[in-house]
Each structure stands twice: as structure tokens, then as C-alpha cells.
């Protein structure tokens, strides 16, 4: 497999990737989320620059030393300014990638001031989040390609493919946690990708960059794409 191509293979293609995690505020000072480093969705959008394309990046709060300037590069904090974001610019978009860690849940009210210690214990109502791939897949043109991830403990394969099918992904790469050197913090990765016309990879343990670059190269075989 040839990771690296060459410098301009995806010139003239405007590409939209949502990454790391959401933060979903309880109260002014606290906020859930999750352990989505970014690393993945920095690596896929490095791999689309140095191919030629256009890249906008939706990127929930991460830790990573990153050269902003070099993507059109808007940072939000919730799922739903993650949507809204993405929302706005998907029409003009060739590639998404769905790349972002979202929470699935938020809590139900955001309190105006500092929930005080009280009771024993606390309960906190969550209500569904908006999701980002599903609606804009359902928007998705002719001519628009999107890619989404997917990270599972049971049944992988199984549930990688009705993500696929329900959010109306052409191809979609799954993470598995089972795997060693695969994992949200790590530097190396080892994925499953599956397209939606039945076409299936599956890598080695390679480098977040090589992944990347693999995941890019997928693209091509895309039927739209030719
Ligand atoms: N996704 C999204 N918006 C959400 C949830 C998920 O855009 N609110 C995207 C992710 O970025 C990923 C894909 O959907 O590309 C699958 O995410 P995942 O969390 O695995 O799937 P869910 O549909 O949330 O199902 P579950 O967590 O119950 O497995
Ligand atoms: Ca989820």
C-alpha cells in the first residue's frame, strides 16, 4: 500500500472534518465529555492539506499543538455549536469526515451558578443530542462524499455497518478497542474500513499519519469519486 501520495491528488476539493470531543456544560465551572484526544481527526485533516485540499476543521477542545492558519479552523465546545458549524458550511462541501468524539447526551438544564454540595446524592437529567453525521447525511448530495468512525466493544463489524447504512456514510472506518496498539490516546491505530458498496480493508498497526493517509487513498474507490 502506497500511504503517501502525491502532493495534489485532492486539489480543488473543499473537505469539512469534525473532531475531538464535545463538552456539554452542567454549570458555569463543570461540563462532561469525554477521553478524544483529536489526534485521529488532526491526523486526517494534516493528510487532506498536504494533498492540496481545502480544509475545514470543527474541532471540540483538545490539547494538541496545532498551526490553525493552515485550515480555515473553528473551535467549538458543545455538540450542538459543533452542528451549527458544521451545518452552515456542509453544502459547500466535497468530503466530510465525521471524526469527532460526540457526547451522545447533555444535560437537560445548565444551571446559571455553581450547583451547590448538597444531598448524598444527585441526579442529573441528559436529554439526546443532535446527530451531527445523521442530519447532514440526510442532506447529503449526489455528489458529496462522507466518512464516519466508529468505536465499539461488542459485535463490531455488525454495528460499524449499521452506522454506515443509518447515517448514510460511504464509508466508515472502525476503531477497534480490542485491538493492541489501537486506542483514543496512542500515537498508532489499527482500523476495519468498510464502504457501502460492500468493499472492506482491513490495516495493520500503523502511525495515526499512515492511517490517515490510507483512509484519504480509501476515497478513490468511492463510486461517486470517479
Ligand atoms: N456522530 C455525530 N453526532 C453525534 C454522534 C455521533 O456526528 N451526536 C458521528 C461520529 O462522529 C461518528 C459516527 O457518528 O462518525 C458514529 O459515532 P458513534 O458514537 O460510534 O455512534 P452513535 O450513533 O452515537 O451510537 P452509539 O454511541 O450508541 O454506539
Ligand atoms: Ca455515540
Known amino acids: 500500500e502506497e500511504f503517501f501520495a502525491n502532493k495534489t491528488d485532492f486539489s480543488g476539493k473543499k473537505v469539512m472534518i469534525t473532531m475531538g470531543p464535545t463538552q456539554e456544560a452542567l454549570d458555569p465551572v463543570r461540563y462532561i465529555s469525554n477521553h478524544s484526544s483529536g489526534k485521529m481527526g488532526l491526523a486526517l485533516a494534516n493528510a487532506f492539506l498536504s494533498r492540496g485540499a481545502e480544509v ?48 451522545d447526551y447533555a444535560p437537560a438544564e445548565i444551571a446559571p451558578e455553581k450547583i451547590k454540595k448538597s444531598e448524598t446524592s444527585l441526579a442529573i437529567e441528559f436529554v439526546k443530542n443532535v446527530d451531527i453525521a445523521a442530519k447532514l447525511g440526510a442532506q447529503k448530495k449526489q455528489n ?83
Open 56 to 103: 475545514f476543521v470543527i474541532s471540540g477542545p483538545i490539547s494538541l499543538k496545532v498551526n490553525k492558519h493552515s485550515f480555515n479552523w473553528k473551535d467549538v465546545k458543545s455538540a450542538k455549536e459543533m452542528y451549527e458549524s458544521a451545518a452552515e458550511i456542509h453544502s459547500k462541501m466535497d468530503i466530510c469526515v465525521f471524526a469527532a468524539a460526540v457526547a
Open 144 to 226: 458529496q462524499v462522507h466518512i464516519g468512525f466508529a468505536l465499539e466493544t461488542e459485535n463490531e463489524a455488525k454495528n460499524a455497518l449499521k452506522k454506515l447504512s443509518k447515517k448514510n456514510f460511504d464509508m466508515i472506518v472502525l476503531n477497534s478497542m480490542k485491538e493492541a496498539g489501537a486506542g483514543f490516546q496512542l500515537d498508532t491505530n489499527k482500523v476495519h474500513i468498510f464502504h457501502a458498496s460492500g468493499l472492506a480493508i482491513e490495516s495493520e498497526i500503523l502511525s495515526k499519519n499512515q492511517i490517515a493517509n490510507l483512509i484519504v487513498n480509501q476515497i478513490k474507490n468511492i463510486p461517486v469519486w470517479v
